[in-house]
């Protein structure tokens, strides 16, 4: 955190509280400094690797509650993200990268609706900013598999277009494709976590400060705090799951117009 100290009329001094882009990291391996969001990360891949082996080892015609649970997950986004949306011939290859993003995500959001860990991953954007890029990287490249260097004629000329307005148009369609595609599907997650987690910081550190008050007034006013704390406390653990199905959603739409770049 990074405070700004200003002078009081008492003589004393006021901290506003903000925040840093960057974490006080928990210790140093020669240069390189590991923070908390670094271990959550880590952390992350653990418990996603040990859930989908553990709920694949023993499995079974009638399934436990750990393999229904992996298969839900599984088939929610092979058969409502990639199937739906790229379509039944073309998506199965694209299943390992949608179902990797999205729990990934998943669960790096709800780390941040964790007691103790209490941090979204992704509330930092470096982190958002690289998934990004391995998304635009992905749907540049099946674009020019499918169609090879066509695609860019592709996606940058709308099919249809009179030729007098396609100066007009085709700035237009690199910029919102190639720039401003990538910018806002990275800062989309980051912003959106980032923007709840500061939420709930400021509404418990309103309860504190209530609290701390003489007036019985205000600190009963701490109670109407702590409702409302409450629910946007729910309010952002289901905009966490919403975000990871945004990423991932968004993802099969730009691959599915890679591919099928020739017919839009």
């Known amino acids: 955190m990074i405070a700004l100290t200003l002078p009081a009329q008492d003589g004393g001094s006021f901290t506003p ?25 880590a952390l992350s891949v653990v418990l996603i690797a ?22 839900m997950g599984y088939s929610f986004v092979r058969n409502s993200v990639a199937k739906d949306v790229i379509g039944a011939k073309d998506y199965r290859k694209f299943v390992p990268l949608l179902f990797t993003l999205f729990f990934f995500i998943l669960v790096n959001n709800l780390f941040g609706a964790i007691p103790v860990l209490q941090l979204p991953s992704f509330s930092h ?52 494709n190639f720039v401003v595609r990538p910018m806002t599907h990275s800062l989309r997650l980051f912003a959106t976590m980032l923007s709840g987690h500061l939420i709930v910081l400021i509404a418990g550190s309103g309860i504190e400060f209530l609290l701390a008050q003489e007036s019985i007034w205000l600190k009963g006013t701490s109670l109407l705090v702590l409702v409302g704390s409450i629910a946007m406390y729910m309010l952002e653990a289901l905009i966490m799951v919403l975000q990871a199905y945004v990423f991932v959603l968004l993802t099969a739409i730009y691959i599915e117009g890679a591919v099928h770049a020739d017919s839009h």
């Open 50 to 71: 040990w859930f989908f082996v553990a709920a694949a080892r023993k499995r079974q015609l009638v399934p436990g509650k750990l393999q229904f649970m992996g298969e």
């Open 125 to 176: 954007v470096s982190g958002a900013y690289l998934l990004a890029v391995i998304v635009y990287i992905t749907w540049i490249g099946v674009g020019l598999k499918a169609n090879g260097l066509r695609y860019f004629k592709l996606a940058v000329v709308p099919s249809g277009v009179p030729w007098y307005i396609l100066p007009l148009v085709v700035p237009i369609e690199i910029i919102s």
């Open 17 to 41: 509280p903000s925040v840093s882009s960057h974490l006080t990291p928990f210790f140093s391996i020669g240069g390189f400094e590991v923070t908390k969001q670094m271990i959550l990360v």
